[in-house]
């Protein structure tokens, strides 16, 4: 498919988009836009290495499967967790820096109320395939957890009763929820949250991560930091400055989205 071997040769960056606004978008014929891409097209205008960029648009929990297969050379947005990097290379620093909160939505006409954390026991909650949220979420094997491909099939089985409710990263939901075509007026935020400062990466497959252009664009990635370029390219999105000690301690260990 997109084989990470035939990079070396073609030099093409095969880069996976999911729709996640406001970070990064599809459009109705498969355009792809987003953070991402500006940070990847930035580096490439400014790479001593001449390569191309091509889009490859899947849902969220298709496009992790990619990268972690090597059929794709990177993601961005992604949550840095052990288990992901145990197949995937995570870019340092993380360029999204959200101090937002992981929140739930089900239905009004539920009645489903979620004013702490053990109020989730029981319930059906649709989470995105391969996603990462928080820590007590992601461990704990006694709630029952509905993988889907995406957003949009998650607040559809909401809608339709199927689950009870979905996770997601409350700055990144609203948005969403704004662009979905489906009546998310009649959805409902739980009032239980989980705040923490969520981090966003850009993630290499394994083998695009250790080969000479994924090398390169590792190392322009905490140039751009150090220099502030960064800073100018997320500022659009509405996100806040890279901190600078995650510059100066690229080891710092991170919570992410989408993030996913």
């Known amino acids: 498919m997109y084989s990470a071997q035939s990079q ?10 999911d729709h996640a606004p406001p970070y990064s978008r599809l459009s109705d014929d498969s355009r792809s836009q987003g953070l991402i891409l500006d940070i990847l097209r930035y580096a490439q205008l400014t790479s001593e290495k001449k390569y191309k960029i091509n889009t490859v648009p899947c849902p969220f929990s298709r ?18 967790t052990p288990e992901r990097q145990k197949i995937m290379s995570f870019v340092e620093p993380p360029y999204m820096v959200l101090s937002s909160s992981f929140v739930f939505y089900g239905t ?24 990462a949220f928080f820590p007590k979420f992601d461990k704990d ?11 949009r099939v998650a607040v559809d089985l909401v809608l339709k009763g199927r689950v009870d409710l979905v996770i997601a990263v409350e700055d990144t939901a609203d948005v969403a929820m704004g662009v979905l075509a489906q009546p998310t007026h009649k959805l409902k935020k739980m009032a239980y949250r989980h705040t923490q400062e969520i981090y966003g990466y850009m ?7 250790s080969s000479q252009l994924g090398t390169l ?3 322009q990635m905490n140039e751009m930091a150090r220099n502030k370029t960064l ?22 260990s991170a919570a992410s989205f989408s993030p996913h």
Do not use: T, W
Not at 115 to 129: F, H, P, S
């Open 8 to 17: 070396a040769v073609d030099q093409v960056v095969h880069v996976a988009i």
């Open 63 to 80: 496009c992790v499967r990619l990268l972690s297969k090597g059929k794709v050379d990177v993601m961005g947005g992604l949550i840095k």
């Open 108 to 131: 009004e006409a539920s009645g489903i109320e979620v004013n702490r954390y053990e109020d989730l026991r029981g319930k059906r909650i649709a989470v995105m395939r391969g996603g």
């Open 141 to 151: 094997n006694s709630l029952n957890k509905v993988a889907v491909p995406s957003e």
């Open 203 to 209: 993630a290499m497959s394994a083998d695009f991560a």
């Open 217 to 219: 664009i590792s190392k």
């Open 231 to 252: 800073d100018k390219l997320v500022a659009p999105y509405h996100l806040p400055k890279i901190p600078a000690h995650l510059i100066e301690s690229p080891k710092a």
